[in-house]
């Protein structure tokens, strides 16, 4: 683990813990991943195209689990706050490394393609929540992992405009439920606002892609009704 004292969110989790909630998620809701899985493939299959060698890939906070065809890719990285296990044996060309996004000593000796960050920003809230004060640090650490030309695509979950002024209200309340009841990370959704504010005074270019939107979703084990739980999913292409 890294003992980085700057860092602004705890570290929590495991592979097992990701695992499984990923599983039970692709069995309630297999339309999201199948949409995951087809824009990923088709950025790493356009960069084959037009630049005529395999792509550097980093995958951030998502342990591995994101489909994906991995033949595709030259090198892949995983980067994620807990250890790889000793049972996973990863084939010669993926390495793990334990790191925390929000790190102020991330490594940026090597340069990936293509970067993939999979519902981590809602879980970049702590105790305190200081979403939108993490936010910026993670987008600047982002620009140490892109190559030039390179592109991170970011799937996340969103609430509506309205929503994040009430989770900000209810946050002290929520989020020991969270930590403590239901043994989850912290989280606090962003809105798109929040978001796309964050992306232009980092100064990033980027780009809405279509998504196709669920009538239900996975929500602590269940499968839940948009009307109950009003959120969005959105893909965002950033360029540096």
Avoid at 61 to 79: R, W
Avoid at 174 to 194: C, Q
């Amino acid at each position: 683990m890294n003992n980085d004292k700057n860092m602004a969110a705890p570290e929590t989790g495991s592979f097992e813990s990701m695992n499984g909630f990923v599983n039970k998620a692709k069995a309630i809701t297999p339309e999201y991943y199948q949409e995951v899985n087809i824009i990923i493939d088709r950025h790493l299959n356009d960069f084959v195209e037009k630049s005529g060698r395999k792509p550097n890939l980093a995958d951030i906070g998502g342990a591995g689990v994101l489909p994906f065809d991995i033949t595709i890719p030259n090198k892949i990285c995983i980067m994620d706050i807990f250890p790889k296990p000793d049972h996973l044996i990863l084939p010669d060309n993926v390495k793990w490394i334990t790191q925390n996004i929000l790190s102020e000593n991330m490594p940026n000796k090597e340069k990936y393609d293509i970067v993939i960050l999979s519902g981590v920003l809602h879980h970049l809230a702590d105790k305190n929540n200081n979403i939108r004060q993490n936010l910026p640090i993670c987008l600047k650490n982002i620009k140490k992992f892109l190559a030039p030309g390179g592109c991170c695509l970011i799937f996340e979950s969103i609430c509506p405009p309205y929503f994040d002024k009430i989770q900000d209200l209810l946050y002290p309340i929520y989020s020991r439920i969270l930590t403590k009841a239901l043994k989850f990370p912290y989280a606090r959704l962003l809105s798109l606002k929040e978001i796309t504010e964050a992306l232009k005074a980092m100064n990033f270019q980027y780009r809405m892609l279509d998504f196709k939107q669920l009538k239900q979703h996975y929500f602590a084990g269940y499968k839940v009704s948009s009307k109950i739980y009003p959120i969005s999913y959105i893909c965002v292409e950033l360029r540096a």
